[in-house]
RNA sequence: GCCGAAGUGGCGGAAUUGGCAGACGCGCUGGAUUCAAAAUCCAGUUCUCGCAAGAGAGUGUGGGUUCGAGUCCCACCUUCGGUACCA
């Protein structure tokens, strides 16, 4: 077996590995701790996709590069087991979504297993697992336990939250009602997509256009009891917390997007008869702004304070719940039936189409406090009651959303900001037809004329508060987080509902104590929809549904838990897997937290991250973990693409189509010029050329030719399947290929051939140190023990240095380019020296680890290299005693001069002169001026 | 519309952060080896002109700064990803 087999080596290294616990990580870190993690996958029925080694190669390269310079690293490796497809194929099939989910569980470790990632699978771990449930409840035992202390911007024990005498005075449910509304973990009722049809509610994802992606069923939306999540009392330490991270700038901008802090002043306008204007504003500077706002008035919310003197009208949300006193006799009907229209508009068609505003007018005025101006009062959609107070005064001269309202229904437009000078469309602002929206200086506002906006909007704000009329005031786009779902497939909620003796409600609940954790999910007969607008639990027998405890009677919470919860906090069990006591020993925690280096797909850029920064910040502030941010490190591995696919477009004649003039219609189709359907034609590279920029059909110029590359789909068909991958070329060489495709953080294209190429080079690093044309594995009779000469030498510490720098930057595809430029020089040594053989091939092993082992125990070592010392390097070693400097004139390349390395600057420019290019290109003109760059290069000026 | 990322040979991509553009790999061309092929090895491969030496052009487009720009500045174009009336 002379040649490079990866069929044989990869499979015996494996189980090397994995019968001696190589990769085995302390209980406790005792010197310099590492912890890498990989975004955990859900383990769908499709198996491991060319995208998820991506991410766990580069983390696999760093942990195993780490080991070799002495750190202890922390690599675990689990699953996101909780999921809708699993209980889609429960309902189908009838067997418990437990079954196909540790199936699919058992794919997924084989194959991440038979790549050779250095994980501890003594610390795998699943979601669905029932010890793992059990925390996870424990954590949301947490949460409800818990209410935020704006004072001290933390989250505190409920025991704590003070409460007011006149709550107190109401008696022992009144307390609890006051609690409940301050937990972090409450619920509420929101809107969930029913699907009649189906019989079942659906996720979000699950609604395509407002009908069911299954079967295309209608949707209605129906308020039904959630449990969510207090995530916006967390908003701003979320948004400040994000200032220490090592992420990349795009990602916090995302996450700073979604929490969306913006910072203006509420405004109550007056809407009782205009004639007691004068007396509520004076009552108003006595009493002071209201915490909440008092029935004689409607609060709004702007981030324009400077403008209020442009406003022209109100706009409030359809669920207002002023709607109805505002509502004149007169408008009453068209005001319902608006109303009716909006709720029945999913959140997507609210936004969707042309987005044409719609709104109707309540037949009420308001008074504006600035200037005593009656403002009507209108119901629109574009304004949305989950935000800021649910109402807005608007100022057409200067919003976009409020001109384009007042536009269609011909509502008055005061300018009150002029432009700065320099602004463009400043004539269109000026004859009101466009909005203007930037900042500039007062005008028609009284006495704040001629003032820039910024001070306009700070004195306005400061004279409302004197007032008593407004406050300033922050507010965010981040919602509460709803955290139920109607699912069986998920972790139960261990929360118990008090009922009286007919199975009724009482309305007070508690915990399930949490040392009979965990709620284990019932047993359902099949789980098939129940047809009603509740959670599948509710099929659950009386045995489970109902629990005594105390002398009360309850029914268990038969909502589940999301997908997300499960992963808030994995990273945490599995530095203490085993722990039955509690879900992580605060020592270990102390001890590997935070994680040190996070990769993962960009898709779980806002919500995974920021719900678990979420939870996070919660156990800390509970004690129960010690960094109040997770994720030190964060990194983003890029999309892999499928192979660069060449498209011709054809009509039905046969005839081809340009590219160029191809539309796609309504239905995503491929259109000609003539509104006719067009055929796709896949081409092969043999059938096309570049003309210029683009592509066309090979000999038709004028037809041009779409060539880019798709994400991979089932439908597409053009998946690449990791197995086949390792049986062609070996673990080592799929390893490789990811790693040398580009970029980690690039999106970049498959490409078959590519697989071939670092195939091809992992051959030759073999043939350079295995004598090939021999029976046994033995060395290659070109590897000797002698010292390296000075050119091999400098090529061993210049390949050392690049591939330790590149490694430590995590640039993975150059580390290898030099890895290989290493081998393209050693092949074709007659005399290999041992010595450097051996470096090479510990540098290798991050990259290729089962080549690596293979070569090192046939260098004649009997201990696997995954603790050997990296090699390092001599700079000395890398010093060329001369130097070849190019020689630029006015800007271009004209020649090049040998010098000695050492060569000081007079005797540069002096070897310069003597060349004999120079001096032809000098001939008859004047030196104006040397450039001298030390070791780089020199440049001559000349006239 | 807004936000973000990116535009370099036939393709994937390199370029000590302002200093020889195209490292490395794929593909392609030619050669060696072979009865032949596979495999392997060697050489070439940005484009245009030229037998060659060489000359000119060249990092999405147009301007600018500089002895020198893929890299910095200004304006624009294209592609990909995300997002959707948040007052």
Same mark, same amino acid.
């Given at each position: 077996m002379p040649r490079y087999n990866p069929a044989e080596i990869e499979p015996r290294?494996?189980?090397?590995?994995?019968?001696?616990?190589?990769?085995?990580?302390?209980?406790?870190?005792?010197?310099?701790?590492?912890?890498?993690?990989?975004?955990?996958?859900?383990?769908?029925?499709?198996?491991?996709?060319?995208?998820?080694?991506?991410?766990?190669?580069?983390?696999?390269?760093?942990?195993?590069?780490?080991?070799?310079?002495?750190? +202890?690293?922390?690599?675990?490796?689990?699953?996101?087991?909780?999921?809708?497809?699993?209980?889609?194929?429960?309902?189908?099939?009838?067997?418990h979504p437990r079954v196909q989910t540790e199936k699919n569980i058992a794919t997924f470790t084989r194959q991440l297993k038979m790549l050779g990632f250095s994980y501890d699978w003594d610390r795998s771990l699943a979601t669905t697992d029932v010890e793992y449930v059990r925390w996870t409840q424990w954590i949301f035992l947490v949460l409800y336990d818990t209410w935020f202390d704006p004072e001290s911007q933390r989250g505190r024990a409920i025991a704590e939250l003070p409460i007011p005498e006149s709550v107190a005075a109401q008696g022992e449910n009144a307390v609890e009602a006051y609690r409940d509304a301050h937990r972090l973990a409450y619920e509420d009722d929101a809107l969930v997509n029913w699907c009649p049809a189906l019989g079942t509610v659906l996720a979000n994802e699950e609604v395509v256009d407002g009908r069911s992606e299954r079967g295309n069923h209608p949707v209605q939306r129906l308020p039904l009891r959630q449990w969510m999540l207090r995530?916006?009392?967390?908003?701003?330490?979320?948004?400040?917390?994000?200032?220490?991270?090592?992420?990349?700038?795009?990602?916090?901008?995302?996450?700073?997007?979604?929490?969306?802090?913006?910072?203006?002043?509420?405004?109550?306008f007056y809407i009782g008869p205009p004639a007691e204007f004068e007396d509520w504003k004076a009552r108003r500077s006595d009493t002071g702004f209201a915490s909440a706002a008092p029935e004689d008035a409607l609060r709004v919310y702007t981030t324009r304070p400077d403008t209020l003197f442009g406003a022209t009208y109100m706009v409030i949300a359809p669920e207002h719940p002023l709607v109805e006193r505002l509502t004149t006799p007169e408008q009453s009907a068209a005001v319902t039936r608006y109303r009716e229209a909006a709720s029945?508009?999913?959140?997507?068609?609210?936004?969707?189409?042309?987005?044409?505003?719609?709104?109707?007018?309540?037949?009420?005025?308001?008074?504006?406090?600035?200037?005593?101006?009656?403002?009507?009062?209108?119901?629109?959609?574009?304004?949305?009651?989950?935000?800021?107070?649910?109402?807005?005064?608007?100022?057409?001269?200067?919003?976009?959303?409020?001109?384009?309202?007042?536009?269609?229904?011909?509502?008055?437009?005061?300018r009150v900001v002029e432009p700065p000078a320099d602004a463009e469309d400043r004539e269109a602002v000026a004859e009101g037809r466009v909005c203007f929206a930037g900042h500039g200086t007062a005008i028609a506002s009284g006495p704040y004329d001629g003032l820039p906006t910024e001070q306009v909007k700070q004195q306005i704000t400061d004279r409302l508060t004197e007032e008593g009329l407004g406050r300033h005031a922050i507010n965010y786009k981040l919602r509460d987080w709803l955290f139920s779902r109607q699912r069986f497939w998920g972790e139960?909620?261990?929360?118990?509902?008090?009922?009286?003796?007919?199975?009724?409600?009482?309305?007070?609940?508690?915990?399930?104590?949490?040392?009979?954790?965990?709620?284990?999910?019932?047993?359902?007969?099949?789980?098939k929809p129940h047809g009603r607008p509740e959670p599948p639990l509710e099929k659950a027998s009386d045995e489970w549904l109902f629990v005594e405890l105390d002398g009360r009677r309850y029914k268990r919470e038969t909502n589940t838990m999301p997908q997300w919860a499960g992963s808030c906090w994995y990273f945490l069990r599995y530095i203490d897997p085993k722990n039955t006591e509690q879900f992580v020993s605060p020592e270990l925690e102390r001890a590997w937290m935070p994680v040190d280096l996070y990769v993962g797909g960009a898709e779980h850029a806002v919500l995974h991250l920021l719900y678990s920064r979420f939870w996070h910040k919660v156990l800390y502030?509970?004690?129960?973990?010690?960094?109040?941010?997770?994720?030190?490190?964060?990194?983003?591995?890029?999309?892999?693409?499928?192979?660069?696919?060449?498209?011709?477009?054809?009509?039905?004649g046969d005839e081809f189509i340009s590219s160029a003039e191809v539309r796609e219609n309504e239905?995503?189709?491929?259109?000609?010029?003539?509104?006719?359907?067009?055929?796709?034609?896949?081409?092969?590279?043999?059938?096309v050329e570049k003309a210029g920029d683009h592509f066309v059909l090979s000999g038709e110029p004028a037809i041009r030719v779409d060539a880019r590359s798709f994400k991979m789909s089932k439908s597409r068909g053009n998946v690449v399947n990791p197995d086949a991958i390792v049986r062609d070329y070996g673990a080592d060489s799929l390893r490789l290929y990811e790693m040398f495709m580009g970029p980690l953080e690039a999106t970049k294209p498959w490409n078959m051939?590519?697989?071939?190429?670092?195939?091809?080079?992992?051959?030759?690093?073999?043939?350079?140190?295995?004598?090939?044309?021999?029976?046994?594995?033995?060395?290659?009779?070109?590897?000797?023990?002698?010292?390296?000469?000075?050119?091999?030498?400098?090529?061993?510490?210049?390949?050392?240095?690049?591939?330790?720098?590149?490694?430590?930057?995590?640039?993975?595809?150059?580390?290898?380019?030099?890895?290989m430029e290493f081998v393209n020089y050693f092949t074709r040594q007659e005399q290999r020296p041992r010595a450097a053989m051996e470096a090479f091939v510990l540098l290798l092993s991050p990259y290729a680890p089962h080549l690596a082992e293979e070569l090192w125990k046939t260098l004649g070592h009997d201990q696997t290299l995954a603790y050997q010392p990296w090699p390092t390097w001599d700079e000395a070693a890398l010093v060329e005693s001369t130097l070849e400097l190019p020689v630029q004139i006015n800007?271009?390349?004209?020649?090049?001069?040998?010098?000695?390395?050492?060569?000081?600057?007079?005797?540069?420019?002096?070897?310069?002169?003597?060349? +004999?290019?120079?001096?032809?290109?000098?001939?008859?003109?004047?030196?104006?001026?040397?450039?001298?760059?030390?070791?780089?290069m020199v440049s001559l000026v000349v006239k």
């Open positions: 290294w494996q189980s090397f590995w994995e019968q001696n616990k190589t990769f085995a990580a302390p209980s406790l870190p005792s010197g310099d701790k590492l912890y890498v993690l990989d975004m955990f996958p859900y383990p769908s029925g499709d198996g491991l996709h060319v995208g998820h080694p991506e991410g766990y190669t580069a983390t696999d390269i760093v942990c195993r590069f780490a080991r070799m310079r002495g750190r +202890d690293v922390l690599h675990p490796m689990g699953f996101d087991a909780f999921g809708l497809p699993a209980e889609e194929h429960a309902i189908k099939t009838g067997e995530i916006t009392a967390y908003a701003e330490r979320l948004l400040e917390g994000l200032d220490d991270l090592d992420w990349p700038a795009g990602i916090k901008k995302l996450q700073q997007d979604w929490i969306g802090r913006s910072s203006g002043a509420e405004v109550d029945f508009k999913s959140d997507r068609e609210r936004t969707e189409g042309d987005r044409t505003k719609t709104g109707v007018f309540t037949g009420s005025h308001a008074t504006n406090p600035v200037n005593g101006q009656p403002v009507p009062v209108w119901i629109a959609d574009y304004v949305l009651a989950s935000y800021g107070t649910g109402a807005i005064m608007a100022v057409p001269a200067h919003d976009i959303r409020d001109h384009e309202f007042a536009v269609q229904f011909g509502l008055p437009i005061v139960p909620f261990p929360v118990l509902h008090e009922v009286d003796a007919e199975g009724n409600r009482t309305g007070r609940k508690r915990t399930v104590p949490a040392e009979t954790l965990p709620v284990d999910l019932p047993h359902l007969d099949d789980f502030d509970r004690g129960h973990v010690s960094v109040p941010e997770p994720f030190q490190r964060l990194v983003n591995q890029g999309m892999i693409l499928g192979e660069l696919e060449y498209t011709a477009y054809q009509s039905d239905e995503g189709k491929a259109v000609g010029p003539a509104g006719n359907v067009l055929r796709t034609v896949k081409l092969e590279e043999s059938q051939s590519g697989v071939g190429g670092v195939r091809n080079f992992l051959d030759r690093v073999w043939r350079m140190i295995v004598d090939a044309r021999a029976e046994e594995v033995t060395l290659a009779a070109e590897v000797v023990d002698a010292e390296p000469d000075e050119d091999s030498l400098r090529m061993l510490h210049r390949t050392i240095r690049s591939v330790t720098e590149d490694t430590e930057a995590m640039s993975f595809n150059t580390a290898i380019a030099r890895m800007g271009k390349m004209r020649a090049k001069i040998t010098v000695p390395a050492d060569l000081d600057q007079a005797g540069v420019t002096e070897a310069v002169m003597a060349n +004999d290019r120079v001096q032809a290109a000098l001939e008859g003109k004047k030196l104006v001026k040397t450039v001298v760059v030390p070791g780089r």
